[in-house]
C-alpha cells in the first residue's frame, strides 16, 4: 500500500499559493462573474498579470497550475520570484527600476501597506468592487471577522482584498504530560488557577516521572522569542494579554501590560517562582527549548499549542508520541472573576495589494478579481491551486486531500506550481474541510468550542497606527524588561509597576493608546 500523508492546516498553509485545478471540466458556479469566459479564450489577446510572491516558488514557468489558469481565463502569468529571507530588499530593487507588480504576494507588514500607499506604489480598490466580484470570498471571510477589512483601511481607501486566518482567532490551550497528571492522582487538567498551582507544585516536587530525583518543574516560559506568549495561560485567566490593547471597565482603551490585572497575574507569577515550581531558566527558554524540555521530561505543560498542534498527529503530538508522552489537551483556567478566557493571536492580517498600475486598467483589475474567487470558492479552483493534480500529488477521501507518496516533500509540488499563485489557501473558512478530517474538526470543537470561554484578541490588531512606528520599538524594551524582573523578584509588583506604567506611558504609550481610542471612536459610529 502507498503511504499517504494528511495535508494539515500548516502544510496546508505551507501550499497555501497554488492555482491549479484537478481536470477542465469542474463546476464553475461559484465564479458567477466568469460567464462567458471559456467562450472568449482565443478571440482576444490574453492579459499579462504580473505577480510578485516569495513563498513556494515554482521550478519552471509554464508550470501545470500555471498553464491551468492561463487557459480558463485567458490570461498570461508573468512569475516574479523573490527569495524569502531577502524578499524586501529584492523588491525594493524592483520598485526603484520602475517595475511594479500588479499582484503583490509577499510578506509584507500593515507598516509596509502605508509606506508603499504613500509612496504611490498600490492601487486602491472600493470595497464594493471587491463585493461584487468575490461575493462568495467576501462573505467568507466576514463570517470570520467583521472587522477584516481593518488591517486594508488607510487615509479613508481599501488597499487590497482582505485575508484572514481562522485558526489565528482560537486561543492558546494549555496541555499536559498524561502520565504525570495520573501520577499525581489527578484524572483531568486543571480547571482553575488554583488547581493549576497544585499540578505546577505537585509536578515539581512529588518525584512525577518516577526516577526518584528532584529534577522537574511544573512550567517553564517563552522569555527568549515571544515575550507575548510567555505565561499567557495565566495572564489570560485574568483577563488580559499584556502586549493588546483592550477595553477598559470604563469602555476606554487601554494597553494590557499597564492594567491591574496584569498587575496580579505578575504578582501570582512571582510567587510561584519563588516557590520553585516555575523553571529558573524561563527567561533564556525560546520554542525550541520549551519543546525540548516538555518531551525530555523536565516540565510537565507546555502552553504555546493552539488545537492543531494538539491533536494525536499535530505538532505537539507527534513529539510528545515520538517519547512515549500522552499529550493530554487542557482548558482555559477559570480566573479570580469566576470567567474563562484564552489569549489568541487574532485572525486579521494585511491584505493582498495591488500594483498602482491597477486603479486605471479595469479590465485587468475585474479579471484577477474573479480569478481570486475561483480559486477561493470554487472546489475544482481550490483543490487544485492549493493541493495540485488530483492522482497525481493528491486524492480525496469524502472532502479531505489527501497527499500522495510521490508528493509527499516539496519538489513535486514545485513542479505543478502549488503554493505561489493562490494567496489564500488554508485561509478560507469553507475550505477547511479539505484540510482536516471530519475527526479533527471534531476535536477542534472540542477543544475550542468551550461554554463560556472568551478569547482575548488585540483591539488594534493589524490596525494601521502611525505611533506604533514611532513607539513600539522601546515600549516592548520597557516591558520585556520590567516583566521579567517583576516575574523573577528583582523588581516587585507594587512602586515598581506604577514606576513601569508610568515609563511606558511617558515613553510613547500615551500616544499610543490615544490614537487606537481614536480609531475605536471613529469605527465605533
Sequence with gaps: MRRKKLITGMLGFAVSASLVVSGCSGNNAATGNNEGEAAKVGQEKPIEI?????????????????????????????????????????????LASGDIPDIISVDGTVGDMVQWADQGILASITKEEIKQYMPKYTADVESVDPKAWDPGTYNEKNWGVPKVWGEGATGFIPAYNGQWLKAIGYTEPPKDLKELEDVLTKFTNNDPDGNGKKDTYGMTGRGKDAQAQLFNTVFAAYGVAPYQFKL????????????????????????WYKAGIIDPEFITDGNGEIQTKFVSLRTGIIETGMWHHLYEDGFFGLISKDKGIELVPGVAFTGPEGKKYAMANGALQPPLLFGAQLEKDEAKRIKILQILEYVTTDEEGYLTTVFGEQGNSYNLEGDLAVVTEAATGTE???????????PFGAKVNSMMKHHYSPEKLAFKEKVTNVEGLTVLTDLMQSTVMTTKAQYEAILNTLQAQYYIKAISGEANTEKDFDDFRLQWLNSGGQAEIDEAQKIHEERSK
Design 412 to 422: 513535486l509540488m514545485n513542479e505543478l506550481g502549488t503554493g505561489y499563485y493562490n
Design 50 to 94: 504580473k505577480i510578485a510572491n516569495n513563498w513556494n516558488i515554482p521550478k519552471a514557468d509554464n508550470n501545470y497550475v500555471q498553464k491551468f489558469l492561463e487557459q480558463k481565463f485567458n490570461v498570461k502569468f508573468k512569475n516574479i520570484t523573490f527569495e524569502t529571507a531577502t524578499w524586501k530588499e529584492q523588491f525594493n530593487v524592483m
Design 248 to 271: 477598559d471597565k470604563d469602555n476606554k482603551v487601554t494597553y494590557g501590560a499597564i492594567t491591574e490585572e496584569a498587575r496580579h497575574a505578575l504578582k501570582l507569577l512571582n510567587e
